[in-house]
């Protein structure tokens, strides 16, 4: 029997792997490039829904300069990240990196929680449901889907046309030869620092539009977007973009037939078997 | 000497209940105490470079598998215990055995045992109906209260001693791991893997039975605070959150050192219980902003932890002192 409820989760999947799969792509791009797991990056994303919140809720800048002026905060976080944290101890452990941006992590959700208190925020504004053939469908959903989709795109030409761009792929395929021959690793961390933050910023636009803002909400689709990028390869973007998909779509719809939790219990499970049967991730090449 | 210090130590440590103190430190003593051998037993793995992510899932596993034996099948823990902690050893297993036979090393470790705090975190809310999802569980009191049968005790001073007794196990295990061979085997393999099974040692094996100890006592670390708070909630004993509470504790304290990971909680659950009594419930965060900007400043300027780096300053001055006795010269 053809069931239209099951479409609609089908389709909100979709939606909902689109923002997954932005999340995805600038932590795939950083780990690809600087080899370093930033474990902090949904909260980077939560500290660019707080930006969008105050400079539209408080200050009564327009929505569009506010979610531009986020994703502009965001990058130079990016930016700084790296510049503080992560370019000290690049060379030892790298184990360490991910510890010192899990420390970032904890910094960042209970400085918020500090700063904002733990209540829920959200903008205010509610975008109408589309129906389309009695299919009801989310307007905020279809635009973060558009967005990201956008975005990635527009990711795509700048790595692939560009003279940066060439640089950032080259030193990703090979650190130490790229050295000799006269790129500028620190610079090109830096730049790939400061638009993994940005995508994280753009992230931070589209769940605006969607859910609550509260220090927490880094937890909720931090791990999520972590299996994505580990089951697609890390520093496969390719991969981590189908990943995506997969995920939301398992949990959709294992959340359409029971509860949601269980949706996320067995994505998480599915993750682990996915990593002993491929532990290079779907598309991934791990030497 | 050194034995003479441990046995002092000993003395002042089961007295302490004795002499008087306020309830109110006995409660943070025994705090501390529960989670210097919970953090003592990441560290037993967590020292060779294998960085879990997921022992909140190995807490959580533990302290609901007694509770909820307790609640619902009235199993006395003195059952229940065994049969979480044959529980959370087959989790090890589960997911350890795979990681170690296909090489998940590395980040790629970390993300998948971070996946499995995941799932168990996910587990308890989903079971909500019989785990009481995020609204906790309260193991039901039995009579008054104090029992042996159901380990459950009304007075704080029982509780110091099984605190002591169990950090002191975990103590005696860190030790053992430090004086074995096995402990060479792993940080060869921890140095690299490939070298050191083409020397003959048993990659899979070392790694996973090293894990499955940690994995247990880590579970057993969850029972205690379970039976001791008589309140577990999965924030507080299972997800990324604990998972990486284990681990700043240990990184801060020293990772290397047997009291390491003992200095790590005393620092961070002082830290937290000073502001809580200096500031009150004014600056919810205030603590863990600290300890996240600690962390963060430790992995740049003291990877050792405080204890290691005090340690490793004192063997230098006497490495320093030897040496210029040696030499004839005047001590710098």
Redesign the interface.
Same mark, same amino acid.
């Given at each position: 029997m053809f069931d239209i409820y099951l479409l609609e989760t089908i389709i909100n999947g979709i939606l909902l792997g689109g923002v997954l799969a932005l999340l995805a792509l600038g932590l795939n791009l950083i780990f690809g490039v600087i080899d370093v797991v930033w474990i902090c990056y949904a909260e980077l994303v939560m500290l660019g829904m707080y930006a969008i919140f105050f400079l539209y809720v408080k200050f009564g800048i327009p929505l569009i300069l506010a979610c531009l002026a986020g994703i502009a905060v965001v990058a130079v976080v990016g930016y700084l990240v790296h510049f503080l944290i992560i370019s000290p101890i690049l060379g030892t452990a790298p184990i360490n990196q991910l510890l010192a941006t899990g420390g970032l992590l904890f910094f960042l959700q209970s400085f918020t929680t500090l700063l904002f208190g733990i209540e829920f925020r959200n903008i205010g504004l509610r975008l109408p449901v589309l129906e389309v053939f009695g299919i009801y469908i989310s307007f905020a959903r279809l635009l973060a889907f558009c967005t990201a989709l956008i975005g990635m795109i527009v990711l795509y030409f700048f790595l692939a046309r560009t003279y940066i761009g060439t640089a950032i792929r080259a030193i990703s395929q090979d650190r130490e030869v790229m050295v000799l021959m006269g790129v500028n690793s620190r610079k090109i961390y830096l730049i790939t620092s400061a638009i993994g933050g940005g995508l994280a910023g753009l992230a931070a636009c589209l769940l605006v539009l969607q859910y609550d803002i509260h220090p927490a909400i880094g937890l909720s689709f931090g791990p999520i977007t972590f299996m994505i990028c580990v089951l697609g390869g890390l520093g496969n973007m390719l991969g981590g973009f189908i990943a995506a998909f997969i995920f939301s779509q398992i949990i959709a719809i294992g959340g359409f037939y029971t509860e949601i939790e269980w949706g996320y219990v067995i994505a998480f499970a599915v993750f682990i078997i996915m990593m002993f049967i491929r532990p290079q991730g779907i598309l991934g090449s791990r030497s | 000497m050194n034995k003479l210090f441990y046995l002092i130590g000993a003395v002042v440590l089961i007295a302490l209940p004795f002499i008087g103190v306020p309830q109110y430190y006995m409660h943070v003593l025994i705090t501390i105490l529960i989670w210097s051998f919970t953090y003592t037993s990441w560290s037993i793995m967590g020292r060779f470079?294998l960085?879990s992510l997921g022992h909140g899932a190995f807490m959580g596993v533990g302290a609901y598998t007694v509770a909820m034996l307790w609640n619902y099948l009235s199993l006395t823990p003195w059952i229940g215990i065994p049969l979480a902690l044959l529980f959370s050893m087959a989790v090890a297993i589960l997911?350890g055995y795979?990681?170690f036979r296909?090489?998940?090393v590395?980040?790629?470790f970390?993300? +998948?045992t971070?996946? $499995?705090s995941? @799932?168990i975190l996910?587990?308890i809310?989903?079971l909500r109906d019989h785990t009481g999802g995020s609204l906790g569980l309260t193991p039901e009191r039995f009579g008054e209260g104090t029992s042996l049968y159901a380990l459950q005790f009304a007075d704080k001073e029982t509780f110091y001693l099984i605190a002591l007794v169990s950090w002191a196990f975990g103590i005696w295990v860190w030790k053992k791991v430090d004086s074995s061979m096995e402990r060479y085997a792993l940080e060869a393999i921890s140095e690299d893997e490939d070298a050191a099974a083409s020397v003959g040692i048993h990659v899979t094996r070392q790694k996973l039975r090293i894990t499955v100890i940690s994995a247990v006592m880590t579970a057993f670390g969850g029972i205690l605070y379970g039976q001791y708070q008589m309140y577990i909630n999965p924030h507080t004993v299972s997800? +990324?959150?604990i998972s $990486?509470q284990i @681990?700043?504790a240990v990184?801060a304290g020293g990772m290397y050192v047997a009291f390491g990971p003992t200095v790590g909680a005393i620092i961070t659950i002082s830290l937290a219980e000073f502001l809580r009594v200096l500031i009150g419930t004014a600056?919810?965060?205030?603590?863990?902003?600290i300890?996240?900007?600690?962390?963060?400043l430790?992995?740049?300027f003291l990877?050792q932890g405080i204890l290691g780096a005090i340690l490793e300053m004192g063997s230098r001055k006497k490495a320093v002192r030897n040496l210029a006795a040696a030499m004839g010269a005047a001590p710098r």
């Open positions: - | 470079g960085v997911i795979p990681c296909f090489r998940i590395g980040h790629y970390a993300l +998948v971070l996946a $499995l995941e @799932v996910m587990l809310m989903a997800g +990324v959150g $990486l @681990v700043f990184v600056m919810v965060g205030l603590d863990t902003t300890y996240g900007l600690m962390l963060i430790f992995i740049i990877p």
